[in-house]
C-alpha cells in the first residue's frame, strides 16, 4: 500500500506560477506517475504523466506550460506550472500505478485569479 499526499496548492493571480508535490510513503521508481485534475461540475481529467522510466506526456491544455517531473531516490513527483490560467483552477491529483495497483492522493486545490 502506497499514500500519496499533495501539496502546494493555493490562490494564484493568472499568468502566476505554483509548484505541486506529492510525496509518496513507499518506492515509486517502478511506478508510473500523474498529475490529473477536477473542476467543479467536470470530469477528472490527464494534466501530465511521467514513466517509471521518466518519459513525460502532457494534455494539450498545459503542454508549453506545465512541467513534470519525478525524484526517485525521494519519492516525489513534481508539476511546476507556469502562465496559470483561470481555466487551470480544480483540485488537482497525484496517481500513482502499475499493472497491478493504482494509488490516489487526496487532492489540493489550485485556484487562478482572473
Known amino acids: 500500500q502506497v499514500q500519496l499526499v499533495e501539496s502546494g496548492g493555493g490562490l494564484v493571480q493568472a499568468g502566476g506560477s505554483l509548484r505541486l508535490s506529492c510525496a509518496a510513503s513507499?518506492?515509486?521508481?517502478?511506478?508510473?506517475m500523474g498529475w490529473y485534475r477536477q473542476a467543479p461540475g467536470k470530469q477528472r481529467e490527464l494534466v501530465a504523466i511521467?514513466?517509471?522510466?521518466?518519459?513525460?506526456t502532457y494534455a494539450d491544455s498545459v503542454k508549453g506550460r506545465f512541467t513534470i517531473s519525478r525524484d526517485n531516490a525521494a519519492n516525489r513527483v513534481f508539476l511546476q506550472m507556469n502562465s496559470l490560467k483561470p481555466e487551470d483552477t480544480a483540485v488537482y491529483y497525484c496517481?500513482?500505478?502499475?499493472?497491478?495497483?493504482?494509488?490516489w492522493g487526496q487532492g489540493t486545490q489550485v485556484t487562478v485569479s482572473s
Open positions: 496517481r500513482g500505478w502499475k499493472p497491478t495497483n493504482t494509488y
Open positions: 511521467i514513466s517509471s522510466g521518466g518519459i513525460p
Open positions: 513507499g518506492d515509486i521508481f517502478r511506478f508510473n
